[in-house]
């Protein structure tokens, strides 16, 4: 079984932070949200879906409150999200495992290249020229914050470097893995080659477009039976971990994940 998406970080309630937290499922947390499409242009509208987890399994997130950040993150800030952020905001719609919702005609204002009003400056890029809008999912006890990737432009370099940019530039899709083998020594994901995407972005030191490619990673969750590491790196056609206790029929989840904030999670038998 596997869904389609972006991925999540956990940073309040009752989970650790979701890069640090544990393999093993021992109550109930937010694993994913997922988003189709996984990359959007102000004014596009994209699904999304939190996925939750716990020792019984997969877990309805009914109740996820939705909400749209739309605080830039001052210059006193690091982090990914504004401290703001964490404070009360609007519902982005009802309560429910899912919301559709068009992305804020600002958003490139807000947290991409053009200049943010107030007293801030531009965001800029991840390692793949990627900006993100936060939406954040309140449920059972913890907040969670995806980050939906906008198609914002080239940003700030030279008019003939932004027009091939916009020429050869394709927007992201997210993995599709094919299924997860639960065995007793290995959990073992696989994917069809190709997976790892292809992508332009821009050196804005060189002012000039360079040719990159996705990378991949695999965040391990299971019932029981502890794993080696809680993340790994995806090859080509797939990734796998060690099982340290065999555990029978213990459910297993992979959330994989691409370099530009697309993912899929895929749910043993």
Known sequence: MRWAG????????????????????????LIAVLVEPPEAAPGERVSLRAVAAGPAGLVPATEARWSLCTAPVPPTETGSVSSACLGDLSAAGPDGETLTVAVPANACALFGPETPPGDFRPRDPDATGGFYQPVRVDWSGQIAFAFVRLRCGAGRVATDVALEFLARYTPNQNPRPIDLVAGPERLVVRWPAGTREPFVRVDPEAQR????????????????????????????EGAEVERLDPAGAAAA?????DSRGGAAVVVSP
């Open 209 to 236: 477009v360079v040719d990159d490619v996705e990378a991949i990673t695999v965040s391990w969750f299971v019932t029981a039976g502890p794993v080696a590491t809680a993340r790994v790196a995806g090859g080509e």
């Open 253 to 257: 989840f992979a959330v994989v994940r």
């Open 6 to 29: 972006v991925w999540v970080a956990l940073v309040a309630g009752c989970a650790p932070p979701f890069d640090d937290a544990p393999a093993l499922l021992e109550s109930p947390r």
